[in-house]
């Protein structure tokens, strides 16, 4: 028998629609629909601007994509998207102001502000999550300085996936992976913090019930049942935070490695069964986010191939990323290195200005030519996956023999041979559309036609094809590297 649903995934470059199929035990895939996803500034009646995201657009391409499947053999669909961002809604249900990306400035030293009220250490404790100055908090943080009305007006908060849920079933959920992700999550209680809200002066009326990944959020509406010309179509949370479908696909069951979801970030780390708020947690700034059946990602963001990704915009789009990888290859190894998780990069007006002076003010060769920045780029990740691996053993003693990376960037396959080369360790590639997958696969337990995560990760491996990289650098001058890299954190 065949099983279809459809995965919608959205990260911060591209939206795909793509149709899994399950047969006795085998998943294959067809991508249905797929569109650039970016931010835009805009300026808003105050004067304020604001880096933003288009979720009209998002949600019209959405509406594209489905009405392109053959919907009916659909079973479900399932939307997992980017974390930590949100819609606020008032009491006509519609969105207050812009939907302000993650990136965008306003949080700038807002965390600072944040501290003044409520210690680290308190919110670590109560949370379990990074501190990242984009986290939700912040940014919840941020709107009551600059537009204190709109959270007096706000009926509903809602995560950027929930939001499409509700337009296309009419129901408001908050789902648990993404809310876990805000920083305003108790991670003992798995509810919303009622005190910290309290302490930020945040209504705890706009937040739902957190819901788990795997539930019915309901049917697709009567109105677009007609406009999309369908029948019958559910719509299933999966993990919608796309960091937790992309764990679930992991094509393992042994517990010896780390993993690197590889896409705009590098999200490394390990899956674990509970939390880890230790001291060292927190020095290192390792997070514990809500994964699918009661899994915990301890992890770290790393700035991941937003930095490509940016260099190649600024150069116009005239290299392709195959292209810029292959120019990478042909400069000199270890010219220059940066610390990829330098704020600076966050999002500086010139990637390319901001990695030139990077190297300038720590007297190293300043790259010139695309290749030699996009060397830089890569060499300077596997250095940085090097430093989060130690990081990670350290504070978890676990015994991690192996790296599956997943995600778009498997496709880089210099960067796969250096993260091998540099962290000493086999890296397995695989598989580049993890997100969609463990999207689907969560659907699949749902609807009854898979009975467990161990299950789901059996097929993932029968399924898809992992590359193997063995480590194959001196070891020297791996070391010599090191120390100039780890003298860049200082
Ligand atoms: P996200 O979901 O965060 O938008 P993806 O998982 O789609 O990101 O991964 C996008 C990344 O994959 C790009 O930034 C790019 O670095 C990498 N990538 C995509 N195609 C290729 C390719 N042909 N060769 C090398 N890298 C690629
Ligand atoms: C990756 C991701 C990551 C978050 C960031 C905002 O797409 O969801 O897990 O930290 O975006």
Wanted: aromatic residues 10%; contains cysteine.
């Amino acid at each position: 028998m065949e099983i279809r649903s459809l995965a919608i995934d959205i990260g911060a470059s591209s939206g795909r629609l793509i149709q899994g199929t399950l047969e006795d035990d085998m998943i294959s895939l067809e991508e249905i629909h797929r569109f650039k996803n970016q931010i835009t500034n805009k300026r808003d009646q105050k004067g304020n601007e604001h880096a933003c995201w288009e979720l009209d657009k998002l949600y019209n391409e959405i509406l594209v994509g489905i009405k392109k499947s053959k919907s009916n053999d659909i079973e479900s669909i399932g939307i997992d998207t980017w974390a930590v961002d949100f819609v606020l809604l008032n009491s006509a249900n519609e969105v207050i102001g812009d939907t302000v990306s993650y990136r965008c400035h306003r949080t700038d030293r807002v965390m600072e502000e944040v501290f003044d009220i409520i210690s680290k250490e308190e919110i670590y404790n109560k949370t379990g999550i990074q501190f990242l100055q984009f986290n939700t908090i912040y940014q919840l943080y941020a709107v009551k300085k600059s537009d204190p009305e709109y959270l007096e007006e706000a009926k509903s908060f809602l995560m950027v996936p929930d939001y499409f849920n509700y337009l296309l079933t009419g129901k408001k959920s908050n789902e648990y992976t993404n809310a876990t992700s805000t920083q305003l999550f108790n991670v003992s209680t798995k509810s919303w913090d009622q005190e910290i809200l309290k302490q930020l002066d945040i209504p705890s009326s706009i937040f739902n019930d957190p819901v788990k990944p795997g539930t019915v959020i309901g049917e697709i509406k009567d109105e677009l049942k007609e406009s999309l010309d369908i029948e019958e179509l559910k719509v299933i949370a999966p993990a919608t935070h796309d960091t937790g479908s992309s764990i679930v696909a992991v094509p393992t069951n042994s517990a010896d490695y780390a993993y690197i979801s590889s896409g705009t970030w590098s999200l490394m780390g390990v899956e674990t069964k509970k939390p880890i708020c230790t001291k060292k947690a927190l020095e290192y700034n390792f997070t514990n986010e809500g994964g699918a059946y009661e899994t915990n990602r301890f992890l770290k963001n790393i700035m991941g191939l937003w930095l490509i990704q940016e260099v190649k915009k600024e150069l116009n789009d005239q290299y392709d990323f195959g292209e810029l990888v292959e120019l990478a290859k042909e400069e000199q190894a270890f010219n220059s290195l940066i610390n990829p998780n330098d704020s600076r990069f966050l999002n500086p007006e010139s990637m390319i200005a901001e990695i030139k002076k990077y190297c300038q003010e720590t007297e190293q060769v300043v790259p010139q030519k695309p290749g030699e920045l996009a060397r830089c780029i890569f060499e300077s990740l596997a250095f940085q996956y090097k430093q989060v691996l130690e990081e990670l053993t350290e504070v978890t003693t676990k015994e991690i023999n192996k790296i599956h990376i997943i995600g778009g960037g498997v496709q880089n396959e210099f960067l796969n041979q250096l993260t091998a080369d540099i962290t000493g360790l086999e890296v397995y590639a695989g598989p580049i559309e993890a997100t969609a997958i463990g999207n689907l696969l969560v659907q699949y337990i749902a609807l009854g036609y898979i009975d467990s995560l161990e299950e789901a990760r059996e097929i993932v491996s029968n399924s898809f094809t992992i590359k193997n990289y063995t480590p194959n650098l001196s070891l020297e001058e791996v070391e010599n590297n090191w120390i100039k890299f780890k003298e860049l954190q200082n």
